[in-house]
Protein backbone atom coordinates (compact mmCIF):
# COMPACT_ATOMS: atom_id res chain seq x y z
CA UNK A 1 0.00 0.00 0.00
CA UNK A 2 2.99 2.35 0.71
CA UNK A 3 4.76 1.58 -2.47
CA UNK A 4 1.24 2.48 -4.28
CA UNK A 5 1.08 5.43 -2.89
CA UNK A 6 4.81 6.51 -3.33
CA UNK A 7 4.40 5.54 -7.12
CA UNK A 8 1.28 7.93 -7.05
CA UNK A 9 2.58 11.05 -5.06
CA UNK A 10 6.08 10.34 -7.43
CA UNK A 11 3.96 9.96 -10.88
CA UNK A 12 1.84 13.50 -9.77
CA UNK A 13 5.14 15.51 -8.77
CA UNK A 14 6.16 14.30 -12.05
CA UNK A 15 3.60 15.31 -14.51
CA UNK A 16 3.02 19.01 -12.41
CA UNK A 17 6.65 19.64 -13.19
CA UNK A 18 5.73 18.72 -16.86
CA UNK A 19 2.69 20.90 -16.53
CA UNK A 20 4.74 23.44 -15.14
CA UNK A 21 7.48 23.43 -17.34
CA UNK A 22 5.18 23.49 -20.17
CA UNK A 23 3.54 27.20 -19.56
CA UNK A 24 6.16 29.27 -19.61
CA UNK A 25 4.03 32.62 -19.94
CA UNK A 26 1.50 35.03 -21.34
CA UNK A 27 1.00 38.11 -22.60
CA UNK A 28 -1.57 40.68 -24.05
CA UNK A 29 -1.59 43.69 -25.99
CA UNK A 30 -3.42 46.22 -28.42
CA UNK A 31 -2.32 46.59 -32.00
CA UNK A 32 -4.31 49.06 -33.71
CA UNK A 33 -4.28 48.64 -37.85
CA UNK A 34 -5.81 50.61 -41.00
CA UNK A 35 -8.70 49.60 -43.12
CA UNK A 36 -9.36 52.24 -45.52
CA UNK A 37 -9.34 56.26 -45.85
CA UNK A 38 -10.51 57.39 -42.52
CA UNK A 39 -11.23 53.85 -40.79
CA UNK A 40 -8.58 51.96 -38.49
CA UNK A 41 -8.95 49.55 -35.78
CA UNK A 42 -7.95 48.20 -32.90
CA UNK A 43 -6.75 44.99 -32.33
CA UNK A 44 -6.19 42.71 -29.43
CA UNK A 45 -3.48 39.57 -29.48
CA UNK A 46 -1.86 37.39 -27.02
CA UNK A 47 0.59 35.42 -26.81
CA UNK A 48 1.11 32.07 -24.94
CA UNK A 49 4.56 30.80 -24.60
CA UNK A 50 5.26 27.14 -23.87
CA UNK A 51 8.33 24.84 -24.08
CA UNK A 52 9.27 23.14 -27.26
CA UNK A 53 11.21 23.15 -30.25
CA UNK A 54 11.26 27.02 -31.34
CA UNK A 55 7.76 26.74 -33.34
CA UNK A 56 5.89 29.82 -34.14
CA UNK A 57 2.17 29.80 -34.42
CA UNK A 58 -0.54 32.83 -35.47
CA UNK A 59 -4.04 31.37 -34.95
CA UNK A 60 -7.49 33.31 -35.19
CA UNK A 61 -7.56 34.55 -38.84
CA UNK A 62 -8.66 31.86 -41.31
CA UNK A 63 -5.04 32.40 -43.33
CA UNK A 64 -2.01 34.69 -42.18
CA UNK A 65 0.20 36.23 -44.86
CA UNK A 66 3.74 35.77 -45.22
CA UNK A 67 4.85 39.26 -44.26
CA UNK A 68 2.98 38.63 -40.91
CA UNK A 69 4.56 35.38 -40.38
CA UNK A 70 8.04 36.80 -41.17
CA UNK A 71 7.71 39.63 -39.00
CA UNK A 72 6.41 37.29 -35.89
CA UNK A 73 9.82 35.48 -36.76
CA UNK A 74 11.88 38.45 -36.54
CA UNK A 75 9.94 39.54 -33.44
CA UNK A 76 10.65 35.90 -31.69
CA UNK A 77 13.97 36.38 -32.66
CA UNK A 78 14.88 39.72 -31.34
CA UNK A 79 13.35 38.80 -28.00
CA UNK A 80 15.09 35.45 -27.32
CA UNK A 81 18.16 37.49 -28.07
CA UNK A 82 17.53 40.58 -25.88
CA UNK A 83 16.99 37.90 -23.11
CA UNK A 84 19.94 35.94 -23.78
CA UNK A 85 17.39 32.66 -24.20
CA UNK A 86 17.56 29.90 -26.97
CA UNK A 87 14.21 30.12 -29.16
CA UNK A 88 14.61 26.34 -29.94
CA UNK A 89 13.43 25.36 -26.32
CA UNK A 90 9.91 27.33 -26.75
CA UNK A 91 6.81 27.08 -28.86
CA UNK A 92 5.33 30.70 -29.18
CA UNK A 93 1.29 30.94 -30.21
CA UNK A 94 0.12 33.87 -31.30
CA UNK A 95 -3.91 34.72 -30.94
CA UNK A 96 -5.25 37.53 -33.00
CA UNK A 97 -8.70 38.68 -32.26
CA UNK A 98 -9.55 39.93 -35.47
CA UNK A 99 -12.88 39.32 -37.28
CA UNK A 100 -10.77 39.54 -40.90
CA UNK A 101 -10.83 36.26 -42.44
CA UNK A 102 -7.15 37.12 -43.40
CA UNK A 103 -4.93 38.81 -42.02
CA UNK A 104 -1.67 40.36 -43.65
CA UNK A 105 1.53 43.07 -43.25
CA UNK A 106 4.19 43.89 -41.55
CA UNK A 107 3.23 46.67 -38.98
CA UNK A 108 2.09 44.41 -36.26
CA UNK A 109 5.50 43.45 -35.57
CA UNK A 110 6.39 45.68 -32.39
CA UNK A 111 3.27 44.93 -31.00
CA UNK A 112 4.20 40.90 -31.24
CA UNK A 113 8.31 41.64 -29.83
CA UNK A 114 6.89 43.37 -27.13
CA UNK A 115 4.40 40.26 -26.27
CA UNK A 116 6.98 37.71 -26.83
CA UNK A 117 9.79 40.04 -24.58
CA UNK A 118 6.64 40.31 -22.03
CA UNK A 119 5.36 36.73 -21.45
CA UNK A 120 9.34 35.53 -21.35
CA UNK A 121 10.60 38.25 -18.74
CA UNK A 122 6.58 37.92 -16.71
CA UNK A 123 6.69 41.45 -16.97
CA UNK A 124 3.02 42.89 -17.57
CA UNK A 125 2.51 45.28 -20.13
CA UNK A 126 0.22 47.84 -19.34
CA UNK A 127 -2.95 48.04 -21.53
CA UNK A 128 -3.71 51.81 -21.60
CA UNK A 129 -2.11 52.67 -25.53
CA UNK A 130 -2.03 51.36 -28.94
CA UNK A 131 1.27 50.22 -30.75
CA UNK A 132 2.25 50.39 -34.38
CA UNK A 133 5.24 49.64 -36.42
CA UNK A 134 7.18 47.00 -38.17
CA UNK A 135 10.62 45.22 -36.92
CA UNK A 136 13.55 43.60 -37.61
CA UNK A 137 15.60 41.04 -36.38
CA UNK A 138 17.59 43.30 -34.44
CA UNK A 139 14.92 45.29 -33.08
CA UNK A 140 14.71 47.86 -35.52
CA UNK A 141 10.97 49.30 -35.76
CA UNK A 142 10.74 50.70 -39.54
CA UNK A 143 7.87 53.23 -40.72
CA UNK A 144 3.97 52.19 -41.13
CA UNK A 145 1.15 54.09 -42.94
CA UNK A 146 -1.98 55.41 -42.11
CA UNK A 147 -0.92 56.87 -38.74
CA UNK A 148 -4.25 59.32 -38.11
CA UNK A 149 -6.52 56.67 -38.83
CA UNK A 150 -4.70 54.50 -36.20
CA UNK A 151 -4.45 57.00 -33.75
CA UNK A 152 -8.03 57.69 -34.00
CA UNK A 153 -9.36 54.47 -33.44
CA UNK A 154 -7.07 53.84 -30.27
CA UNK A 155 -8.45 57.43 -29.06
CA UNK A 156 -11.82 56.02 -30.03
CA UNK A 157 -10.81 52.66 -27.91
CA UNK A 158 -10.05 54.43 -24.94
CA UNK A 159 -6.10 54.51 -25.14
CA UNK A 160 -4.14 57.33 -23.78
CA UNK A 161 -0.98 57.47 -26.24
CA UNK A 162 0.26 55.96 -28.83
CA UNK A 163 3.89 53.92 -29.50
CA UNK A 164 4.71 54.81 -33.10
CA UNK A 165 8.13 54.66 -35.37
CA UNK A 166 10.65 57.48 -34.88
CA UNK A 167 10.21 59.62 -38.31
CA UNK A 168 12.84 61.80 -37.95
CA UNK A 169 12.92 65.51 -36.82
CA UNK A 170 12.22 67.95 -39.40
CA UNK A 171 10.95 64.66 -42.01
CA UNK A 172 7.26 64.78 -43.55
CA UNK A 173 6.29 62.37 -41.69
CA UNK A 174 7.25 63.58 -38.34
CA UNK A 175 4.92 66.53 -39.68
CA UNK A 176 2.09 63.92 -40.29
CA UNK A 177 2.84 62.89 -36.92
CA UNK A 178 2.76 66.04 -35.46
CA UNK A 179 -0.45 67.29 -36.87
CA UNK A 180 -2.20 63.65 -36.21
CA UNK A 181 -0.85 64.10 -32.08
CA UNK A 182 -2.04 68.14 -32.14
CA UNK A 183 -5.41 67.09 -33.84
CA UNK A 184 -6.54 64.25 -31.46
CA UNK A 185 -4.75 65.50 -28.00
CA UNK A 186 -2.90 61.62 -28.16
CA UNK A 187 0.60 61.87 -27.31
CA UNK A 188 2.62 59.74 -29.82
CA UNK A 189 5.88 58.00 -28.19
CA UNK A 190 8.30 58.08 -31.13
CA UNK A 191 11.22 54.55 -30.55
CA UNK A 192 13.48 53.68 -33.03
CA UNK A 193 14.32 50.39 -31.29
CA UNK A 194 11.92 47.41 -29.65
CA UNK A 195 13.84 48.27 -26.47
CA UNK A 196 13.09 51.44 -26.03
CA UNK A 197 9.37 50.88 -26.01
CA UNK A 198 9.49 48.70 -22.80
CA UNK A 199 9.44 51.73 -20.52
CA UNK A 200 6.22 53.34 -22.05
CA UNK A 201 4.93 49.61 -22.20
CA UNK A 202 5.41 48.53 -18.78
CA UNK A 203 3.74 51.95 -17.64
CA UNK A 204 7.53 53.07 -16.09
CA UNK A 205 7.42 56.03 -17.99
CA UNK A 206 4.78 58.94 -18.50
CA UNK A 207 4.63 59.43 -22.39
CA UNK A 208 4.53 63.40 -23.06
CA UNK A 209 3.43 65.22 -26.36
CA UNK A 210 6.41 66.02 -28.66
CA UNK A 211 7.19 69.10 -30.24
CA UNK A 212 7.66 69.73 -34.27
CA UNK A 213 10.91 71.45 -34.77
CA UNK A 214 10.49 73.77 -37.84
CA UNK A 215 13.77 75.94 -36.77
CA UNK A 216 16.34 76.04 -39.24
CA UNK A 217 20.31 77.60 -37.92
CA UNK A 218 21.58 79.15 -41.56
CA UNK A 219 23.93 80.85 -39.54
CA UNK A 220 21.99 84.72 -40.38
CA UNK A 221 23.74 86.68 -38.22
CA UNK A 222 27.40 85.31 -38.46
CA UNK A 223 27.21 84.86 -42.57
CA UNK A 224 29.95 87.24 -44.48
CA UNK A 225 28.39 89.86 -46.52
CA UNK A 226 28.06 89.21 -50.17
CA UNK A 227 30.81 91.13 -51.52
CA UNK A 228 29.87 89.41 -55.47
CA UNK A 229 28.16 91.94 -57.60
CA UNK A 230 26.71 92.50 -61.60
CA UNK A 231 27.19 95.66 -63.21
CA UNK A 232 24.43 94.63 -66.05
CA UNK A 233 21.78 93.41 -63.10
CA UNK A 234 18.95 95.22 -61.69
CA UNK A 235 19.10 93.77 -58.05
CA UNK A 236 17.12 96.45 -56.32
CA UNK A 237 14.37 95.25 -58.57
CA UNK A 238 15.33 91.71 -57.99
CA UNK A 239 14.97 92.68 -53.88
CA UNK A 240 11.14 93.27 -54.51
CA UNK A 241 10.99 89.63 -56.08
CA UNK A 242 12.38 88.48 -52.82
CA UNK A 243 10.72 90.77 -50.36
CA UNK A 244 7.25 89.62 -51.84
CA UNK A 245 8.07 86.12 -51.44
CA UNK A 246 8.95 86.78 -47.99
CA UNK A 247 5.61 88.21 -47.53
CA UNK A 248 3.45 85.93 -48.55
CA UNK A 249 5.16 83.48 -46.78
CA UNK A 250 4.26 85.86 -43.41
CA UNK A 251 1.02 85.43 -44.64
CA UNK A 252 0.83 81.87 -45.09
CA UNK A 253 2.64 81.24 -41.56
CA UNK A 254 -0.28 83.76 -39.86
CA UNK A 255 -2.94 81.97 -40.94
CA UNK A 256 -2.16 78.89 -39.04
CA UNK A 257 -4.39 78.30 -36.61
CA UNK A 258 -5.56 75.76 -33.67
CA UNK A 259 -2.56 73.91 -31.58
CA UNK A 260 0.41 74.78 -33.72
CA UNK A 261 1.49 78.00 -32.16
CA UNK A 262 5.14 76.51 -31.37
CA UNK A 263 5.47 75.66 -34.63
CA UNK A 264 4.16 79.02 -35.97
CA UNK A 265 6.31 81.08 -33.98
CA UNK A 266 9.32 79.01 -34.94
CA UNK A 267 8.57 79.67 -38.39
CA UNK A 268 8.27 83.16 -37.62
CA UNK A 269 11.13 83.27 -36.19
CA UNK A 270 13.26 81.53 -39.13
CA UNK A 271 11.77 84.13 -41.31
CA UNK A 272 13.49 86.84 -39.55
CA UNK A 273 16.35 84.91 -40.44
CA UNK A 274 15.50 85.36 -44.02
CA UNK A 275 15.15 88.87 -43.84
CA UNK A 276 18.98 89.19 -42.40
CA UNK A 277 20.03 86.68 -45.43
CA UNK A 278 18.82 88.92 -47.51
CA UNK A 279 19.62 92.55 -46.14
CA UNK A 280 23.35 90.88 -46.63
CA UNK A 281 23.32 90.29 -49.79
CA UNK A 282 21.84 87.12 -50.68
CA UNK A 283 18.31 88.05 -52.08
CA UNK A 284 17.41 84.83 -53.97
CA UNK A 285 18.55 82.29 -51.08
CA UNK A 286 16.28 84.24 -48.60
CA UNK A 287 13.68 83.85 -50.84
CA UNK A 288 14.31 80.15 -51.35
CA UNK A 289 14.87 79.22 -48.25
CA UNK A 290 11.51 81.31 -47.07
CA UNK A 291 9.88 79.14 -49.87
CA UNK A 292 11.27 75.83 -48.65
CA UNK A 293 9.22 76.19 -45.53
CA UNK A 294 6.11 77.40 -47.60
CA UNK A 295 4.48 73.63 -48.36
CA UNK A 296 4.89 73.21 -43.85
CA UNK A 297 2.83 76.19 -43.42
CA UNK A 298 0.44 75.48 -46.07
CA UNK A 299 -0.01 72.11 -44.70
CA UNK A 300 -0.34 73.23 -41.18
CA UNK A 301 -2.83 76.14 -41.84
CA UNK A 302 -5.24 73.43 -43.65
CA UNK A 303 -4.73 70.78 -40.76
CA UNK A 304 -8.27 69.45 -42.12
CA UNK A 305 -6.96 66.00 -43.49
CA UNK A 306 -10.42 64.97 -45.10
CA UNK A 307 -10.37 64.51 -49.11
CA UNK A 308 -13.48 66.75 -49.02
CA UNK A 309 -11.62 69.70 -47.48
CA UNK A 310 -7.91 69.15 -49.91
CA UNK A 311 -10.49 68.53 -53.14
CA UNK A 312 -11.69 72.44 -52.07
CA UNK A 313 -8.14 73.39 -51.71
CA UNK A 314 -7.23 72.23 -54.70
CA UNK A 315 -10.19 73.94 -56.74
CA UNK A 316 -9.11 76.76 -55.24
CA UNK A 317 -5.19 76.82 -55.72
CA UNK A 318 -6.17 75.48 -59.53
CA UNK A 319 -8.12 78.53 -60.23
CA UNK A 320 -5.97 80.79 -59.51
CA UNK A 321 -2.75 79.56 -61.11
CA UNK A 322 -5.09 79.10 -64.16
CA UNK A 323 -5.33 82.15 -64.38
CA UNK A 324 -2.02 84.08 -64.26
CA UNK A 325 -1.08 85.32 -67.83
CA UNK A 326 2.10 86.42 -68.87
CA UNK A 327 2.96 89.57 -69.85
CA UNK A 328 4.31 90.37 -73.45
CA UNK A 329 8.12 89.54 -73.56
CA UNK A 330 10.93 92.56 -74.00
CA UNK A 331 14.54 92.89 -74.15
CA UNK A 332 14.59 93.89 -70.70
CA UNK A 333 12.09 91.97 -68.75
CA UNK A 334 12.26 88.76 -70.56
CA UNK A 335 14.11 86.65 -67.60
CA UNK A 336 11.41 87.51 -65.10
CA UNK A 337 8.15 86.38 -68.02
CA UNK A 338 10.53 83.13 -68.29
CA UNK A 339 11.25 82.44 -64.69
CA UNK A 340 6.95 82.75 -64.15
CA UNK A 341 6.48 80.82 -67.19
CA UNK A 342 8.56 78.31 -65.49
CA UNK A 343 6.86 78.27 -62.35
CA UNK A 344 3.73 78.02 -63.73
CA UNK A 345 4.35 75.11 -65.68
CA UNK A 346 5.98 73.79 -62.29
CA UNK A 347 2.36 73.99 -60.72
CA UNK A 348 0.68 72.97 -63.24
CA UNK A 349 2.51 69.48 -62.85
CA UNK A 350 2.40 69.02 -58.99
CA UNK A 351 -1.30 70.23 -59.09
CA UNK A 352 -1.73 67.21 -61.30
CA UNK A 353 0.13 65.15 -59.99
CA UNK A 354 -1.43 66.31 -55.58
CA UNK A 355 -5.37 65.36 -58.02
CA UNK A 356 -3.90 61.80 -58.70
CA UNK A 357 -3.03 61.41 -55.41
CA UNK A 358 -6.25 62.52 -54.19
CA UNK A 359 -8.34 60.31 -56.14
CA UNK A 360 -6.25 57.46 -54.85
CA UNK A 361 -6.03 58.16 -51.57
CA UNK A 362 -6.35 54.96 -49.11
CA UNK A 363 -5.49 56.72 -46.02
CA UNK A 364 -4.98 60.38 -44.23
CA UNK A 365 -1.23 60.16 -45.34
CA UNK A 366 -1.71 60.61 -49.02
CA UNK A 367 -4.67 63.23 -48.37
CA UNK A 368 -1.43 65.19 -46.35
CA UNK A 369 1.04 64.67 -49.22
CA UNK A 370 -1.52 65.81 -51.55
CA UNK A 371 -2.31 69.40 -49.60
CA UNK A 372 1.43 69.90 -49.38
CA UNK A 373 2.03 69.34 -52.74
CA UNK A 374 -1.09 71.77 -53.53
CA UNK A 375 0.59 74.27 -51.03
CA UNK A 376 4.08 73.69 -53.10
CA UNK A 377 2.12 74.61 -56.02
CA UNK A 378 0.31 77.78 -55.04
CA UNK A 379 3.64 79.17 -53.83
CA UNK A 380 5.04 79.00 -57.42
CA UNK A 381 2.09 80.50 -58.37
CA UNK A 382 2.62 83.21 -56.11
CA UNK A 383 6.27 84.03 -57.65
CA UNK A 384 4.74 83.57 -60.88
CA UNK A 385 2.57 86.35 -60.25
CA UNK A 386 5.52 88.46 -58.75
CA UNK A 387 7.94 88.10 -61.98
CA UNK A 388 4.55 88.98 -63.91
CA UNK A 389 3.72 92.28 -61.99
CA UNK A 390 7.92 93.06 -62.09
CA UNK A 391 7.73 92.15 -65.94
CA UNK A 392 4.63 94.26 -66.99
CA UNK A 393 6.50 97.23 -65.66
CA UNK A 394 8.88 97.02 -68.58
CA UNK A 395 8.93 99.93 -71.54
CA UNK A 396 11.27 98.36 -73.66
CA UNK A 397 10.35 97.28 -77.04
CA UNK A 398 8.55 94.04 -77.30
CA UNK A 399 10.46 91.10 -78.75
CA UNK A 400 9.90 87.57 -80.03
CA UNK A 401 12.44 84.82 -79.94
CA UNK A 402 13.65 83.89 -83.40
CA UNK A 403 12.49 80.89 -85.12
CA UNK A 404 16.21 79.82 -86.10
CA UNK A 405 16.44 79.37 -82.39
CA UNK A 406 13.92 76.59 -82.00
CA UNK A 407 16.15 73.60 -83.52
CA UNK A 408 18.42 74.39 -80.82
CA UNK A 409 16.07 74.41 -77.69
CA UNK A 410 14.17 71.19 -79.35
CA UNK A 411 17.35 69.41 -79.32
CA UNK A 412 18.51 70.36 -75.68
CA UNK A 413 15.04 69.43 -74.51
CA UNK A 414 14.84 65.93 -76.30
CA UNK A 415 18.41 65.35 -74.42
CA UNK A 416 16.53 65.62 -70.78
CA UNK A 417 13.33 63.71 -72.05
CA UNK A 418 14.26 60.58 -70.24
CA UNK A 419 15.99 62.39 -67.14
CA UNK A 420 12.15 61.24 -65.30
CA UNK A 421 11.94 64.64 -63.15
CA UNK A 422 9.80 67.87 -62.97
CA UNK A 423 12.00 69.93 -65.34
CA UNK A 424 12.10 67.07 -67.89
CA UNK A 425 8.63 66.69 -68.13
CA UNK A 426 7.79 70.57 -67.78
CA UNK A 427 10.77 71.35 -70.43
CA UNK A 428 8.56 69.11 -72.46
CA UNK A 429 5.15 70.56 -72.05
CA UNK A 430 6.33 74.24 -72.69
CA UNK A 431 8.30 73.55 -75.61
CA UNK A 432 4.78 71.64 -77.15
CA UNK A 433 2.92 75.14 -76.11
CA UNK A 434 5.97 77.12 -77.63
CA UNK A 435 7.31 78.85 -74.60
CA UNK A 436 10.65 78.18 -75.74
CA UNK A 437 12.32 80.28 -72.99
CA UNK A 438 10.99 78.43 -70.33
CA UNK A 439 11.51 75.03 -72.07
CA UNK A 440 15.50 75.79 -72.43
CA UNK A 441 15.82 76.88 -68.71
CA UNK A 442 13.95 74.12 -67.98
CA UNK A 443 16.00 71.48 -69.87
CA UNK A 444 19.10 73.29 -67.87
CA UNK A 445 17.68 72.90 -64.61
CA UNK A 446 16.93 69.20 -65.60
CA UNK A 447 20.54 68.81 -66.44
CA UNK A 448 22.27 70.32 -63.62
CA UNK A 449 20.00 68.20 -61.05
CA UNK A 450 18.79 64.84 -63.09
CA UNK A 451 22.29 64.25 -64.68
CA UNK A 452 24.37 65.11 -61.63
CA UNK A 453 27.35 63.10 -60.13
CA UNK A 454 30.08 64.09 -57.78
CA UNK A 455 31.46 60.85 -57.61
CA UNK A 456 35.13 61.77 -58.32
CA UNK A 457 35.17 65.35 -56.71
CA UNK A 458 36.53 65.44 -53.03
CA UNK A 459 35.44 69.02 -51.21
CA UNK A 460 38.46 70.60 -52.18
CA UNK A 461 37.67 69.94 -56.04
CA UNK A 462 34.32 71.20 -55.76
CA UNK A 463 35.37 74.52 -53.75
CA UNK A 464 37.89 75.34 -56.53
CA UNK A 465 35.41 74.18 -59.20
CA UNK A 466 32.53 76.65 -57.85
CA UNK A 467 34.73 79.66 -57.87
CA UNK A 468 35.51 79.24 -61.36
CA UNK A 469 31.59 78.59 -62.01
CA UNK A 470 31.35 82.08 -59.87
CA UNK A 471 33.94 83.59 -61.37
CA UNK A 472 32.15 82.87 -65.13
CA UNK A 473 28.38 83.91 -64.25
CA UNK A 474 29.79 86.79 -66.90
CA UNK A 475 26.74 89.14 -66.06
CA UNK A 476 24.95 86.52 -67.65
CA UNK A 477 21.74 88.45 -65.94
CA UNK A 478 20.16 88.07 -63.35
CA UNK A 479 18.92 85.15 -62.38
CA UNK A 480 22.71 83.33 -63.36
CA UNK A 481 24.08 86.38 -60.50
CA UNK A 482 21.17 85.36 -58.21
CA UNK A 483 22.26 81.37 -58.32
CA UNK A 484 25.95 82.62 -58.26
CA UNK A 485 25.59 84.91 -54.99
CA UNK A 486 23.68 81.74 -53.62
CA UNK A 487 26.56 79.34 -54.05
CA UNK A 488 28.63 81.85 -52.02
CA UNK A 489 26.14 81.91 -49.41
CA UNK A 490 26.63 77.91 -49.67
CA UNK A 491 30.21 78.10 -49.48
CA UNK A 492 30.45 80.61 -46.66
CA UNK A 493 27.92 78.66 -44.86
CA UNK A 494 30.03 75.52 -44.58
CA UNK A 495 32.76 77.32 -42.92
CA UNK A 496 30.81 78.34 -39.99
CA UNK A 497 29.75 74.48 -39.53
CA UNK A 498 31.39 72.57 -37.11
CA UNK A 499 29.50 68.87 -38.67
CA UNK A 500 30.95 66.89 -41.31
CA UNK A 501 27.71 65.62 -43.02
CA UNK A 502 26.40 69.33 -43.11
CA UNK A 503 29.94 70.99 -44.27
CA UNK A 504 29.64 68.14 -47.28
CA UNK A 505 25.93 69.14 -47.97
CA UNK A 506 26.70 72.83 -48.12
CA UNK A 507 29.58 72.51 -50.14
CA UNK A 508 27.74 70.16 -52.63
CA UNK A 509 24.92 72.47 -52.60
CA UNK A 510 27.35 75.48 -54.01
CA UNK A 511 28.58 73.58 -56.56
CA UNK A 512 25.38 72.45 -57.75
CA UNK A 513 23.84 75.86 -57.54
CA UNK A 514 26.82 77.38 -59.43
CA UNK A 515 26.48 74.87 -62.31
CA UNK A 516 23.36 75.85 -63.36
CA UNK A 517 24.10 79.71 -62.58
CA UNK A 518 26.73 79.06 -65.49
CA UNK A 519 24.21 76.85 -67.65
CA UNK A 520 21.25 79.71 -66.90
CA UNK A 521 23.76 81.99 -68.40
CA UNK A 522 24.03 80.52 -71.33
CA UNK A 523 20.37 80.46 -71.86
CA UNK A 524 19.93 84.27 -71.40
CA UNK A 525 22.18 84.85 -73.71
CA UNK A 526 20.99 82.34 -76.63
CA UNK A 527 17.68 83.82 -75.97
CA UNK A 528 18.34 87.39 -76.26
CA UNK A 529 21.19 87.02 -78.82
CA UNK A 530 18.05 85.70 -80.95
CA UNK A 531 15.76 88.46 -80.02
CA UNK A 532 13.46 90.06 -83.25
CA UNK A 533 11.58 93.11 -82.30
CA UNK A 534 7.39 93.09 -82.85
CA UNK A 535 4.98 95.18 -83.04
CA UNK A 536 1.85 93.83 -80.49
CA UNK A 537 -0.58 95.88 -82.71
CA UNK A 538 -0.34 94.13 -86.02
CA UNK A 539 1.33 90.71 -84.54
CA UNK A 540 0.05 88.02 -81.95
CA UNK A 541 2.10 87.81 -78.96
CA UNK A 542 3.69 85.01 -78.18
CA UNK A 543 1.29 83.67 -75.22
CA UNK A 544 -1.99 84.84 -77.59
CA UNK A 545 -0.68 82.46 -80.33
CA UNK A 546 -0.11 79.78 -77.67
CA UNK A 547 -3.73 80.25 -77.21
CA UNK A 548 -4.86 80.47 -80.62
CA UNK A 549 -2.91 77.34 -81.51
CA UNK A 550 -4.99 75.69 -78.80
CA UNK A 551 -8.06 77.22 -80.23
CA UNK A 552 -6.91 76.20 -83.99
CA UNK A 553 -6.41 72.75 -83.20
CA UNK A 554 -10.01 72.42 -81.64
CA UNK A 555 -11.28 73.71 -84.62
CA UNK A 556 -9.57 71.49 -87.01
CA UNK A 557 -10.97 68.72 -84.82
CA UNK A 558 -13.92 69.74 -85.45
CA UNK A 559 -13.25 70.13 -89.20
CA UNK A 560 -12.29 66.27 -89.50
CA UNK A 561 -15.24 65.16 -87.59
CA UNK A 562 -18.08 67.34 -89.48
CA UNK A 563 -15.78 66.00 -92.11
CA UNK A 564 -16.42 62.05 -90.80
CA UNK A 565 -20.11 62.57 -90.29
CA UNK A 566 -20.54 64.03 -93.66
CA UNK A 567 -18.60 61.54 -95.15
CA UNK A 568 -20.35 58.53 -93.44
CA UNK A 569 -24.02 60.64 -94.30
CA UNK A 570 -22.48 60.57 -98.29
CA UNK A 571 -21.95 56.64 -97.77
CA UNK A 572 -25.26 55.82 -95.92
CA UNK A 573 -27.38 57.90 -98.79
CA UNK A 574 -25.54 56.27 -101.52
CA UNK A 575 -26.17 52.79 -100.15
CA UNK A 576 -29.84 53.56 -98.90
CA UNK A 577 -30.16 54.85 -102.75
CA UNK A 578 -28.46 51.30 -104.26
CA UNK A 579 -30.80 49.28 -101.77
CA UNK A 580 -33.71 50.95 -103.22
CA UNK A 581 -33.07 50.23 -106.82
CA UNK A 582 -32.48 46.76 -105.86
CA UNK A 583 -35.73 46.75 -104.09
CA UNK A 584 -37.72 48.23 -107.19
CA UNK A 585 -36.16 45.81 -109.97
CA UNK A 586 -37.50 42.92 -107.90
CA UNK A 587 -40.57 44.01 -106.93
CA UNK A 588 -41.37 45.87 -111.09
CA UNK A 589 -44.06 43.69 -113.15
CA UNK A 590 -42.34 42.00 -115.80
CA UNK A 591 -43.43 43.52 -119.16
CA UNK A 592 -44.98 40.44 -121.34
CA UNK A 593 -45.11 41.03 -125.33
CA UNK A 594 -48.06 40.20 -127.01
CA UNK A 595 -47.90 36.87 -129.06
CA UNK A 596 -47.95 37.57 -132.59
CA UNK A 597 -50.62 36.35 -134.60
CA UNK A 598 -49.66 33.23 -136.99
CA UNK A 599 -51.22 34.21 -140.49
CA UNK A 600 -53.91 31.02 -141.34
CA UNK A 601 -51.85 28.87 -144.31
Not at 13 to 21: C, N, P
Not at 365 to 376: F, L, N, V
Not at 557 to 583: P, R, S
Request: include cysteine; aromatic fraction near 10%.
Amino acid sequence: MDRKITIALFTFIILSSVAYAASVGSASITAVAVEGLGAGNVTPISLNVTTGIGNITIKGPGSVESDTLASASDAVNYATSYLNLNRSRYNFTYTVYDSASSISGPSGGLALTLLAISALSHVTLHHNFGVTGTINGSGGVGEIGGIFEKSAAALAAGKNFMIVPSAGNGTFESLLYYITQQNLALPLVQVSNATQALPYAYGITSPKFFTFDAAQNNHALEIARSNLTCASCNVSTFANLTYGTLNFQRAQINAIRGNFSPVKQQMLSSLGDDLVIAQKGYLYTAADLAFSRYSTAFLLANSNLTQASAESVYNNVSGYCSSLNPPLMTSTNYEYVVGGELRQTWASVTLNNSKNELLNASTTDEIAQSISQIGTSYAWCLAANNMYKIASQSSSQFVNMSPAILQDISAKVNSVQNYHSLYSQSAQIDYKAKLYGAALYNAQYALTFGNFSLAQMNNSQMVVATGKNIANFSGGGIWPFEFANQAVFYLNQALLQNDSAQINSSIQTAYTISTLSGRLGDANREISGSFISYNPSNQTSPQASTQLAAIEDQINQIYVLLFAIVGLLFVILITLILLLLKKTQIQAPIAIRPRARRGRR
